[in-house]
Each structure stands twice: as C-alpha cells, then as structure tokens.
C-alpha cells in the first residue's frame, strides 16, 4: 500500500491540473447595468399601467390638457417598452427605446406648454422628472451597449464568442474519433447541412442561412492532439470563424467533458446579432443543443424525439409552446 | 388508434388519432391491454402542471403486447407481454449507470424546457407535459415505448392477471420507493399522508421494510377502510382528529419516525391556510398547495425522515423550513426509478406476498376515460382506482 502511493499521487495531480487547465472559469457577472434595466423595465409598465387606465388623472397632475387616446398610446409604448426589457437577456435595444420614448414624451410636454390652458409649472415639474429618467436611460443604454462590446471578442470586434460544456459518458478516444470525421457533424450539429473533407486537413461547410438561403467556407484544421483537441479556422467563405474542441477525460465514471470554443463574425457584424438575439436566437443555446445531441447520439446511439408521434387536435397554443425550442 | 387527450382543465376527450410509428431504433410499439389513470393524472386533469398542450395523450400507467420493434431491440421479441415504466431512461448516461433512471439525462427531448423551469431536466415521462418530453402517453390502444431495450419487463407467468402486474409500471414501485426512501428500523412508526393508491402501497411497503406500525391519514372512509382492512394500517381522519396532535399522543410526544406525504401538490386543508393556499394557487401567486407537506415536516419526529411521492410541479410557500433545520430532519423525493424496481417487486407478487389489484374500485372501457376522470377527480362512487381496458 505504502509504496503504491508515489506512483498514483502524480498521476491524480496530472488529472487534476488538466482539468483545471482546460474546464473555463466561472462565468462573472459582467453585466452590472443589468439590475438597473429591470427596475426601468418595471417602471415602463408602472407608468404605462397609469397612462392606460387612468389618463384623465394622469393629465390633470402633470398640468396638459386632456388627450385620452395620445395618453393611452404613450401607454401602450411604455408597457411595450418594459416587457421588452424584463424578458430579454441583454435588453439593449429595448433601453434604447426608451430614450427614444423619453425625447417624444419631452417634446410632446414641450408643445402642451404652448397650448392655452395648461398649467406651465406643472409641465415643467413634470419635464424635469421626465428629464431625470431619461439621464437614467441613457446611462444605463450605454453601460449595456459596453457590456455587449466586451462580451464580444476584445481585440476583434464585431465577433462573439461562444463557451459550453457538457459531461459525456464515453471514453475521449471515442469522441474525439466521431467529432474527427467533420463529415459526421450535420448528424448533430442542426444549423449544418453538409461537411466535406477536401483534403487531410481541409474542408467545405454549408450551413443553414435565413430564409431558406445557405452559407458556405472552407476550413483548415489549425491544430489536432489525438484524443485532446481538434482546432479549426475559416480560410474563406460567407461567415469567417474559428474554433477548439477539447476532450477532458473526468475521474473514473464520470466519462469525458467536451467544451467548445467558437468565435465567428456573423453575415451582418454584431449588428446583425443583436438583432438576432432579440428575436430569441441566441448563439450559446444553439451550441449547448448541438451538444446534448452529439452527447446523446453518442451515449445512447440515437437522439431522442417526439417529432412524429399522434396526437390530438392541436390549438394554437402548442405553437407558441414550441416557438422557445432552440432545438 | 382511439387515444384519450387533453384540452385543457377538466376536458380530455377519447379522441381517433393516427397509429404510432418506430421513430428512432431502440422503440417499440405496444398494443395496449390495460392502462389506468394514475393521481398524478389529476394534477394535469385540473391544469396545474404547465406545459400541457392541446391534444396531448395522457397516460403513464400501462402494459400490454409488443407488435413493432426497431433495429435497436434486441432483447424482446413480437407478441412479447410486458409492463411499461412512465419514466422513460436510456440505460446508458451517468444516472442510468447507478440506476437512478428517473433522471435520465438523455430521454427528455424537451431538457432545455426543464432546465429553464427547475435548473436541471429530470427523465422523459409518458404523457406528463411538455417539460418532461412532451412523449405521447399510454391510454390508448398503442404507444411507441423509446428505450425499449431498457424500460419495458418481460411478463412470462401466463397465470398472472394484467390486474396483478399492471400497477409495476408507477404506483406499486412508487409506494415502495416512498417507504425504502424512509429508511425504517425495525418496529419504527411511519405516518402516511393520502390513502390513495400510492399511499395504499407505501404503507403496505413500510410493513414489507420491517415497520412496526403504519398511521394512515385523509378524510375519504373508503380509503381508510382501504388502509385499515386491506394493508393493516391505523387510521386518522383529518376532519375529526387534529392530526399533529393525535400523531404525538399515538407516539409517546415523539413523533413518527418517519412521514410520507402521498397527495402532492394539490393537498385539501381546512382552515385559514387552507383557503390561503387555494387562492394563491388559483391566482397562479404559487403553483403547488403544500399543507401535507408542512404538516408532515412539523409531525416527523426529531432526526427522522420526511419522504415525498407526491408530485409538486413549481413553487410553494410558507414552508416550516426552520422546523426541518433545527431538528436535523432529512427530506427524500424524487420521481420513482421504477426499473430499478421491476424484477424484485414482480418476485414479490410472484410470491404472493401482495397482489397489487386490492386497490382497484372501477373497471371500463378505454372510451369512458373522461368518466374515469370525473369520478376519480371527485371522489364519487368510492372510487380509488380506475383501469382501462382498450
């Protein structure tokens, strides 16, 4: 027993710097903005509540003359406004919205003051706060604006980043020999039509595009371990990316964890990704699918599903269920 | 086929849909002989588990004879007669290899749903929601099993009744796992909330594990009688007994050993909090009504273990959890791992140590399903527990 010790120390200790060399750190916290949107978000749909329901009121005590319909679309934008910012992730845009709302709600206040009948130092009171919220709007838009920039790629911007794991329950050989042949990727990989190996190292991506459309390049394997690693980079074609996948074997039964690593500069710059991440297409949750499939497919030799079995008649609200599906 | 689905709160219908197809090579399709309506089936009957959707086909208690296999099926053969577990497991990730199938990390199609509700996805389930897979369930004629080579049990005593082995594929593994799970010592008191059939079954099982005395509570008398006369347990109804109170004086002022709470989510209290739980529940401010499960922290004695069968399916409130850390209780729960369960419980009723179809009260056919429900649901006709036959 004692002199088995020496011998199994250093190998435990290999196992456990490997793994903390390769898992990623933490994820912090970088977006502080974020607590200030939300109260925002909630003080859009407070405000909008009160221009919806009580416009008369609302009028009378910020000093403008009646106008129910005006008041209540105000309204409108405002509870639109602050459901965009409570349910997206990174609620960028929809801050923004809010100082476009805020220099309408000045500018309206500033023509009711010119009207005959309005009580001047009420509007002004009222312009004041109004003037407030906006400062507020601003610096939390801008402070989110940077919080989107640094989780881009620092030195290239314009690129995301994108990181996951996930713990599969086969030896590394085995995954790293699947993953190896680009060609298997489509059977896990859904945004990806086709992969062909031109040559040892090279090969030609088609992946899906908006709309039906598809977008293509060739890449090159920039660095491949055996059983460890295989890295990628585009060397041309519509979407220019780059990436790593590491297999880090885990202690006795716990199988293999697989991390991605992706950085790719979409069709339409960042720009282009915001856009798709606010309509919900977030690129992190397509990757984390790709890999419960690859690790599903892996494990169990097919990927589980319900597409194609009966049921009832459907109302519209099984729609709406499976609109959330990254899947 | 004729399926019975969902459409909504107190609205399932036997509806013709079409047959179920092999979708991936480890399925198979059974034909199905008997299938029963389960509690847990009420939870989705009165709307509280989100993520149901128009024309889904309930049902996860079923058995019957296989008549399609994929390629991936080698272990079972056309016409085979076996019982179908409701959790659906894969039998290959990190869970299945400790047998922990209920939380199968590869059978839940849907785990990205699951994930977003309860931070991690438990196993696919038959005919319980979307957030566990969506997978069309067993009160039908046919149903595609997935995982075929795993879950499934092969009947092969041609003198045993559907009767006897159906409730293998939920209530009698649950009930069974709700008493493992309290860890008795011989001659320990257990206390079980519900006399349904999962709690018919778990106080049957507390004997089987060696307990000394088993204190059933609920207020229906039939289902007392049930527990008293059928799997000798003593019992208390609620609405004549303070339960707490009786719980201590039947216990020397100790408490029971251990608490099994078997009503779940929807649990009937009387009182304030009784109304309090209902309209928050109604008002969607919680989803789940805990008063069994409060009662059963606040009756375990000191150190004793508080096992949960019952379903909850989002959030409660007013928990006594200062009661469950100052007096070193542990709380155990889960879906049930029925495939853990199967060989040894079919040996058991091999054996005649229990034959499971002393709980069921009401026979029909597939198409009186909404019937089934109704009486269920309400109480009416004494009725216990309903199995279906196609």
């Known amino acids: ?327 | 086929m004729k399926a019975t689905c969902w459409h909504g709160a107190h609205d399932v219908r036997v509806e013709n849909v079409p047959d179920p197809k092999i979708l991936n090579p480890r399925d198979a399709i059974v034909k199905i002989t008997s299938t029963a309506i389960c509690g847990s089936d009420l939870h989705l009957y009165d709307g509280y588990i989100p993520t149901m959707a128009d024309g889904d086909i309930l049902g996860h208690e079923f058995m019957g004879e296989i008549v399609e296999l994929g390629s991936g099926v080698k272990n079972l053969k056309i016409g085979d007669r076996v019982v179908v577990p409701f959790p659906i497991a894969c039998g290959n990730c990190y869970f299945c290899a400790k047998e922990e199938y209920s939380l199968c990390e590869n059978s839940n199609p849907n785990a990205w749903m699951a994930e977003k509700m309860w931070g991690h996805s438990p196993s696919g389930i038959f005919g319980y929601s979307h957030l566990v897979g969506g997978y069309a369930g067993g009160q039908a004629e046919y149903a595609r099993v997935p995982f075929a080579d795993v879950g499934p049990i092969k009947i092969e005593n041609s003198g045993l009744s559907d009767e006897q082995v159906l409730f293998l594929s939920d209530i009698f593994p649950t009930g069974y796992m709700a008493a493992e799970n309290c860890d008795i010592k011989p001659d320990d008191t257990v206390a079980v909330w519900g006399c349904g059939p999962v709690g018919q079954f778990a106080i049957k099982s507390a004997f089987m594990l060696g307990a000394g005395r088993v204190i059933a509570i609920d207020r229906f008398p039939e289902r007392l009688r049930m527990a008293r006369e059928q799997v000798g347990a003593e019992t208390l109804n609620y609405e004549e007994f303070d339960v707490l109170d009786s719980l201590k004086e039947m216990t020397g002022g100790r408490g029971p050993d251990a608490c099994i709470d078997a009503v779940g989510m929807e649990a009937h209290s009387h009182g304030m909090m009784g109304t309090y739980d209902k309209v928050k529940q109604a008002m969607r401010l919680q989803s789940d009504r805990p008063p069994v499960l409060r009662e059963a922290i606040m009756a375990c004695r000191n150190g004793g273990t508080v096992s949960v069968p019952g379903v909850y399916g989002g959030f409660i409130d007013k928990m006594p959890f200062g009661s469950f850390m100052n007096r070193s209780l542990t709380i155990k729960t889960g879906q049930t791992h029925v495939q853990r369960y199967l060989r040894p419980l079919l040996d058991r009723i091999e054996n005649g140590e229990i034959d499971p179809s002393f709980v069921i009260t009401h026979r029909m056919r597939l198409d009186d399903a909404a019937h089934g429900y109704d009486i269920f649901k309400n109480k009416e006709e004494n009725c216990i527990k309903v199995v279906m036959h196609p």
């Open chain 1, 1 to 327: 027993m004692q002199a088995a010790r020496p011998s199994t120390a250093p190998a435990n200790q290999r196992s456990q710097t490997m793994r903390a060399d390769v898992l990623p750190p933490p994820r912090r916290k970088t977006d502080t903005a974020l607590p200030l949107a939300r109260g925002l978000g909630w003080f859009s749909i407070g405000l909008g509540l009160a221009e919806l329901v009580a416009p008369r009121q609302l009028a009378r005590f910020i000093g403008v003359t009646d106008n129910t319909t005006l008041i209540q679309a105000m309204g409108v934008r405002e509870i639109a406004a602050g459901i965009g910012i409570l349910t997206q992730r990174r609620p960028t845009a929809w801050v923004w919205a809010r100082v476009g709302g805020d220099a309408l709600d000045l500018s309206l206040l500033a023509a009711a003051a010119r009207q005959p009948g309005s009580d001047n130092t009420r509007i002004a009171v009222a312009a004041a706060a109004v003037a407030g919220v906006t400062a507020l709007d601003l610096a939390c838009s801008q402070q989110l604006a940077r919080a989107n920039w640094a989780s881009a790629d620092s030195e290239n911007e314009g690129r995301i980043n994108v990181q996951k794991t996930m713990a599969v329950n086969r030896p590394a050989q085995e995954l790293y020999a699947y993953w190896h042949n680009f060609e298997n990727l489509p059977n896990f990989m859904k945004h990806l039509k086709s992969v062909t190996t031109t040559d040892a190292r090279t090969s030609h991506w088609v992946a899906k595009g908006p709309a039906g459309s598809s977008v293509e390049w060739d890449a090159e394997v920039t660095e491949d371990r055996p059983n460890e690693l295989i890295a990628w980079r585009s060397t041309n074609g519509d979407v220019e990316n780059s990436g790593v996948v590491r297999f880090v074997p885990e202690p006795a039964g716990r199988g293999t964890i697989v991390r991605v690593e992706m950085k790719y500069t979409p069709p339409a710059g960042v720009v282009g990704a915001m856009v798709a991440k606010l309509f919900g297409e977030e690129p992190e949750q397509q990757v984390q699918e790709d890999l419960r499939r690859f690790k599903r497919f892996m494990e169990t030799g097919e990927i589980p599903t319900i597409e194609g079995q009966p049921a009832g008649p459907r109302g519209s609200l099984y729609k709406l269920l499976k609109k959330g599906d990254p899947a």
